[in-house]
């Protein structure tokens, strides 16, 4: 079993949906959540970080992590056609040594 | 300034032949990672650079697969006797000591005939 379990999708949704974007974990040690866009041949970038259970928000973007279920969810409010991308979650246990370990991504396709 | 950058962007190579990838990472970033990325699959880890420390070889899939870091900078990544399943896309990252934000670089497009 992965550590980290993502949809690979692809998941297209018509412009203007609210997205939603979802990964599990199995090791409870992970405490730092984090959330990459990658657009078509080109690097992943960080969209959002965060490393306590709940909400945080960051323009039309929300990170949700909820430590009790192992599962954080990243939202997409008023999806634009810019947003589509693969989106790739990503958790670290606390130890500053520790590898930073990736889902293997979520396909999006935002539908003009 | 310049982000992480990584030469060459595509790289066609013959099985059994012996391949080169290049990371510049971002100024000052003492930190340098690389990872592979297979169609589907996510990033895989294979090497960590940290200063002047060991480097954290735990995730290069077989001794084919080698990697130096000249002068706390510029890496290379090797891979000797490349087979058809080494093709995928090669990542850099870089970042600040002791920092978890990790700025990647736009990959190496390897494949392997």
């Known amino acids: 079993q992965k550590e980290v379990e993502q949809d690979p999708g692809p998941l297209s949704v018509p412009e203007g949906a609210i997205v939603s974007l979802n990964c599990t974990y199995s090791n409870s040690a992970f405490q730092y959540f984090m959330w990459y866009r990658q657009y078509s041949r080109k690097g992943p970038e960080l969209l959002m970080y965060t490393y306590s259970s709940g909400n945080k928000e960051d323009g039309r973007f929300t990170a949700q992590v909820d430590k009790s279920s192992k599962y954080i969810s990243l939202f997409i409010r008023d999806s634009q056609p810019s947003d589509s991308a693969t989106y790739l979650c990503?958790?670290?246990?606390?130890?500053?040594?520790?590898?930073?370990?990736f889902g293997s991504g979520t396909r999006l396709s935002i539908r003009p | 300034g310049a982000g992480v950058s990584q030469s060459p962007s595509n790289k066609v190579t013959e099985k059994g032949k012996d391949v080169e990838l290049r990371c510049d990472p971002i100024?000052?970033?003492?930190?340098l990672y690389w990872y592979r990325q297979s169609l589907g699959q996510g990033l895989e880890f294979l090497i960590y650079f940290q200063g002047n420390s060991a480097p954290d070889k735990s995730g290069l899939p077989s001794d084919r697969f080698s990697a130096e870091r000249t002068g706390g900078s510029v890496s290379t990544l090797t891979i000797q006797r490349t087979q058809q399943e080494d093709s995928a896309v090669y990542l850099c990252a870089s970042s600040l000591a002791g920092e978890d934000t990790q700025y990647f670089g736009p990959g190496t497009r390897l494949t392997v005939l």
């Open positions: 990503a958790m670290k246990r606390r130890s500053s040594a520790s590898k930073i370990i």
């Open positions: 100024s000052g970033h003492t930190a």
